[in-house]
């Protein structure tokens, strides 16, 4: 590694404050490339790296194949917790609004499209058959942020601090003339699967937000390389765990992290990674078992109001259209009648029949828009364990009821969160 000494004296200084247009020199930093192979870390951070694997493996093993419909509540989690990072204020449930119907406050869309491109790109990259290449990184932050020209950045940018100057920077990247060759090199590294996952993760993730390759969404772009790098590996068959929503609960410790690792100190960025990976990997397993017992008790309150109507039989068929709902209300907590007619393949009036009845038995609350319209039907309780993963891994943990984050979506309503706990 190797620092660059620039000069900064912005032509185009009529909008800057007067400390920010001042001329100066200021220090960028490049990394040194990286090589295929892991680098040797200390007996103590092998170790931790290696069990924050097992703990991973072990909860993609117990969750199996139900991870399918966790993934995007997962994904979701990671979306808006980016989002108020980046101090974009959206809830779960506007979320899922903004997604079905396509439509919704900026900030809301912006976040779809950040749960969409994630998942893109996982399935598109995690293949491990295939090199992963500069061109496929561009595309990844392309989707996550369509408003920057597609491309690698090619004007000097920088991190942080008190105003519009790299002088008062907290961190500046490499110049624009080192990206592509850093990133071309940070996608070979990504190619390879051998060694523990956990710990080329750490180190890409690092790399990546040091290059800052692009003018805008390097954080998602970041974040989504860690699941890529997770998949490609084999280490996470069934479920995607947001290793990053952890971080947020303390920024500080992340930065450090950063900055540990720009400084050489890489052993101490991948202890802080492993430690990040248990956390996720614990809320990740406690959310499929929430979420398990929410459908149970759901099917159960819908037993009891067709046998409180009177309704025969009083356990609807295997393949009924109310149960297909209820099986996947995980993965579409948010839905319409067109949306359900559509993937059940039944007519409107069934399909309207069938959310009436949930929405009686107290399993769907009806969502209307500013002027009392009905526009979809939403799974509150399946909604707050978003929220509940969300807060849980940016608070260590703990219980959000009494431990709030420093920033991230208020504590869901207590109602819907009583009924999430068990008798």
Do not use: C
């Amino acid at each position: 590694m190797y620092y660059v000494d620039l000069l900064w004296n912005p032509e185009d200084s009529g909008h800057l404050s007067r400390k920010d247009r001042t001329p100066g020199r200021y220090r960028a930093y490049v990394p040194d490339e990286l090589p295929r192979d892991l680098p040797a870390l200390p007996p103590d951070v092998s170790d931790s790296a290696s069990d924050a694997l097992a703990v991973l493996a072990r909860a993609d093993e117990r969750i199996g194949v139900r991870g399918g419909f966790l993934n995007h509540l997962l994904i979701r989690s990671e979306s808006i917790s980016s989002s108020w990072i980046e101090g974009n204020r959206v809830t779960p449930k506007k979320l899922a609004i903004a997604e079905l119907l396509q439509q919704g406050n900026r900030v809301a869309l912006d976040v779809v499209a950040n749960v969409r491109a994630t998942e893109a790109a996982i399935e598109t990259l995690a293949d491990n058959e295939r090199e992963v290449s500069l061109e496929d990184i561009e595309r990844l932050q392309h989707v996550i942020e369509p408003s920057i020209g597609f491309g690698i950045r090619q004007e000097q940018n920088w991190v942080g601090g008190s105003g519009w100057s790299p002088l008062r920077a907290d961190f500046v990247p490499p110049p624009e003339g080192e990206v592509r060759r850093l990133l071309t090199n940070l996608a070979d590294f990504v190619s390879v699967s051998t060694g523990n996952p956990i710990v080329r993760a750490a180190i890409a993730h690092a790399q990546f937000e040091t290059i800052h390759p692009f003018i805008d969404g390097n954080g998602r772009t970041g974040r989504a390389l860690i699941h890529t790098v997770l998949k490609r590996a084999d280490a996470l068959r069934h479920i995607l765990v947001p290793i990053s929503t952890v971080f947020a609960g303390d920024v500080d410790s992340y930065i450090a992290g950063l900055t540990a690792y720009r400084q050489g100190r890489v052993d101490d960025w991948v202890l802080r990674f492993a430690e990040a990976t248990e956390l996720a990997a614990a809320n990740a397993l406690r959310l499929s078992d929430d979420i398990a017992r929410v459908d149970d008790d759901a099917i159960a309150r819908l037993i009891g109001f067709r046998s409180s109507q009177g309704l025969s039989p009083a356990v609807p068929r295997r393949d009924s259209v109310v149960l297909r709902i209820l099986a996947g209300l995980a993965s579409e907590p948010v839905v319409t009648t067109e949306s359900v007619a559509n993937r059940h393949g039944v007519s409107l009036v069934a399909a309207q029949s069938a959310l009436t009845q949930l929405a009686e038995a107290g399993i769907l609350s009806r969502s209307k828009d500013h002027k009392g319209r009905l526009v979809a039907w939403t799974a509150d309780r399946h909604l707050a364990l978003v929220a509940l993963t969300e807060r849980s891994n940016r608070v260590g943990g703990g219980d959000t009821a009494k431990v709030s984050p420093k920033a991230g979506p208020p504590r869901p309503d207590p109602a819907a969160v009583e009924a999430l706990r068990p008798e």
